[in-house]
């Protein structure tokens, strides 16, 4: 079995050990850069929608509010009981000069 005799410099290992250090340190701090970037612009992102969302719901509730105050001119369909026994009682103007086959007397 062969014997390689190593020898190693102490002072090329000790800067070429502290060049890659920086190196790592450099592309980790880059890489955390470019993620703390892209967090911002995300969160600006949604911040804006949820400012557009907040604003469509304050047009929705001002319109809302806006039609509950006016009178509608729609008719409801469905009406209590009692109105419709009244509305039935109640003769129409005119009609007591009518006779029952429809003929005016």
Same mark, same amino acid.
């Given at each position: 079995?062969?014997?390689?005799?190593? =020898?190693?410099?102490? #002072?090329?290992?000790?800067?070429?050990?502290?060049?890659?250090?920086?190196?790592?340190? #450099?592309?980790? =701090?880059?890489?955390?850069?470019?993620?703390?970037?892209?967090?911002?612009?995300?969160?600006?992102?949604?911040?804006?929608?949820?400012?557009?969302?907040?604003?469509?719901?304050?047009?929705?509730?001002? #319109?809302?509010?806006?039609?509950?105050?006016?009178?509608?001119?729609?008719?409801?369909?469905?009406?209590?009981? =009692?109105?419709?026994?009244?509305?039935?009682?109640?003769? #129409?103007?005119?009609? =007591?000069?009518?006779?029952?086959?429809?003929?005016?007397?």
């Amino acid at each position: 079995m062969p014997v390689f005799d190593i =020898s190693i410099n102490i #002072l090329v290992v000790l800067p070429l050990l502290v060049i890659a250090a920086l190196a790592g340190f #450099l592309v980790r =701090s880059g890489q955390l850069r470019r993620k703390k970037r892209q967090i911002n612009e995300l969160e600006k992102e949604m911040m804006q929608a949820y400012a557009e969302l907040l604003d469509t719901q304050k047009d929705y509730c001002e #319109l809302k509010a806006r039609l509950k105050d006016e009178d509608s001119p729609v008719i409801s369909i469905k009406e209590n009981k =009692s109105q419709d026994l009244t509305k039935q009682q109640q003769p #129409l103007p005119g009609s =007591s000069n009518i006779r029952k086959n429809g003929a005016a007397s």
